[in-house]
Structures are given as C-alpha cells and as structure tokens.
C-alpha cells in the first residue's frame, strides 16, 4: 500500500473508491484525498501509473491495516492498444524503439488474444517497480543500464476485443494478481507482427470494487464540504468481504479486545482467518480459528489484528 502518511487531522476510517484521471501519481492522489477529507492518515490500494486512470482505492485510518490482509481479487481493465510503434516503456511516456508493420484486422487480433487467455509467462517492463538485484527496476532503465526482467507466471481470465479503430485496439481484460497491461500489449504487437504499446489504460475493477462506485476528486470535495462524506465512504472491512465474519457476545468482546485467545462456536466455519463484529455488529477486529474441521462447533480464535476508532 502507498502510504500518505500520519499527521494530525479527523479520525476517519473506511476505503473512498477514486476514479483517478490521467496525469497524476497515486501518490498524488492520496495527498489531495488527505487534503480535502482532512482525514489523519491514508494509503492507496495498489498503483496506477501517472498514465493510467480508473479505480484507486483509498484507505483512510484504521483501513489502512487492512490491506495486507487482503485475498488478491480479479482487476478489470480497458486497454486502448495502439499498433504501428513500441515504446521502451510499452506506454505512450516512453521512446520508440521499434516501429512500422502492417496494421492487423479485427479478426488477426481476436484469433491472437486466445494466445493471451489463462496462466501464461509474461515478462514485466523494464520501467517497473519490481526489484532487480535490490534495485527498483525503473531506476536502472532510467539510467540506461542494461537488463533482462525475469518472466513471471500471471492469470488473464478473460480478454476480447470490443472495437477497432485504424492502429487502435479497445480491449477488455479481467486478470489475476501481477499482470501487467503494458507488456501485454508489447507482446500482443510482437505476436502479430506489428509493434504496439499501451496507449491509455483504464482500471475498471480492483479489491472486489467496480468503476460505477468510483467519484473523482472534485466529486469528493464537493460531497465533503456538504457534508456527505459517508455516503461514498465504504466500511473498513469492504475490501475482506472473502473472509467469513463472526458476531461476538459483550463477555467473549472484551476477552478478545484485551487480547486473550477464546473459544467459539463457529459450525460451519473453517479453520483460518475471520472478521471480528463487536456487539453492535461492526468490523472490530481479525482473528484466526484453529482447530477441529467443518462439522466441529467449537473452535479456538486468536486475534491477530484489533482496529482501534479512536
């Protein structure tokens, strides 16, 4: 998670799902969340490149904490693929390293993408955050240094063309952790033929949030100074909807609260991870069930994490 830090402000926790435009960092955008919310602390839920656009999720307080303990969801994205140049970058940032070839049909760019769909290799842009020999690896490529990226395993679950506009490819794609949309579209251009980069990007869906949820800053800022915050500001625990919750009774709280281990009757749960409701049903806590199998009540929980609205 990019971190925007702690400083003295409102205690506010909870995700805002941001539709971040074009030409900011994430980093940026996390800066004038705080600004505008005036919340004490904040970080952003994975990345956009300054280029990019779409869903960035923010966290605000306490929410912060949940992200590392978050099961890695599905991302949607729209990619426009532009043909006829390569950039070192695979984005529009960058330089032409390679160029020309024939435009290819609707019809060549379909049949390629079926090369694309499920677990394939994919090696990452060398203007990536990914470490290479302890070394972030844009810092090297900016440098003019010389290097291979290792390939890495990712998932694309789906993918499909939607229009084709001259060198222009709309393409849709919905992936797994660590897939990058810049080397897939490098690697579809090399596929074909033709050299390719990724024009723009738009992140549709990302921690099991959808576009549709997104507000824009100015939205944002509009909504607080109305005093309507709360309507766009998603509960802490939004983003852990995949791990089963438990509601706890006032005696069995307060052991949990002061750290103690106690016993359950969870049936039907599985042993692992839970979300913790206090008495009033709110997000509280995570802790970790230990012990007997599906058909067993009684299960033993240790809290991992307690979330603190101070």
């Given at each position: 998670m990019g971190r925007g830090g702690k400083s003295r402000g409102k205690s506010i926790h909870g995700w805002l799902a941001i539709h971040k435009s074009r030409g900011m960092t994430s980093s940026q955008v996390v800066e004038r969340v705080r600004h505008i919310t005036r919340a004490a602390k904040a970080g952003h839920?994975?990345?956009?490149?300054?280029?990019?656009?779409?869903?960035l999720p923010v966290a605000l307080g306490e929410a912060t904490k949940t992200l590392v303990h978050v099961l890695e969801g599905d991302k949607g994205y729209r990619c426009w693929v532009r043909f006829g140049a390569e950039t070192d970058t695979c984005d529009p940032t960058g330089s032409v390293v390679r160029e020309g070839g024939e435009i290819p049909g609707a019809a060549a760019i379909t049949e390629a993408l079926e090369r694309f769909r499920g677990e394939i290799d994919q090696v990452p842009p060398i203007y990536s955050a990914i470490h290479v020999d302890g070394e972030r690896a844009y810092?090297?490529?900016?440098?003019?240094?010389?290097?291979?990226?290792?390939?890495?395993?990712?998932?694309?679950?789906?993918?499909?063309?939607?229009?084709?506009?001259?060198?222009?490819?709309h393409i849709l794609v919905r992936s797994g952790k660590g897939a990058y949309m810049r080397a897939l579209a490098r690697d579809l251009g090399r596929y074909l033929g033709c050299p390719a980069h990724l024009e723009r990007l738009l992140r549709t869906r990302t921690l099991g949030f959808s576009l549709e949820e997104g507000v824009t800053l100015d939205q944002l800022d509009g909504m607080v100074r109305d005093d309507r915050l709360q309507e766009v500001l998603f509960p802490m625990d939004r983003v852990l909807d995949d791990i089963p919750a438990l509601r706890l009774r006032v005696d069995v709280w307060h052991k949990v609260k002061n750290?103690?281990?106690?016993?359950?009757?969870?049936?039907?749960f599985a042993s692992g991870a839970v979300?913790?409701?206090?008495?009033?049903?709110?997000?509280?806590?995570?802790?970790?069930?230990?012990?007997?199998?599906?058909?067993?009540?009684?299960r033993l929980c240790k809290l991992k994490r307690l979330f603190h609205f101070a």
């Open positions: 839920g994975g990345t956009l490149d300054p280029f990019s656009e779409g869903l810092e090297r490529a900016r440098r003019g240094e010389v290097f291979e990226m290792e390939p890495r395993k990712i998932v694309i679950h789906d993918i499909g063309l939607e229009s084709l506009e001259g060198p222009v490819a750290g103690q281990a106690v016993w359950l009757d969870a049936e039907g979300r913790l409701l206090d008495p009033d049903g709110r997000f509280a806590a995570l802790g970790d069930l230990e012990g007997g199998g599906t058909d067993s009540p009684r």
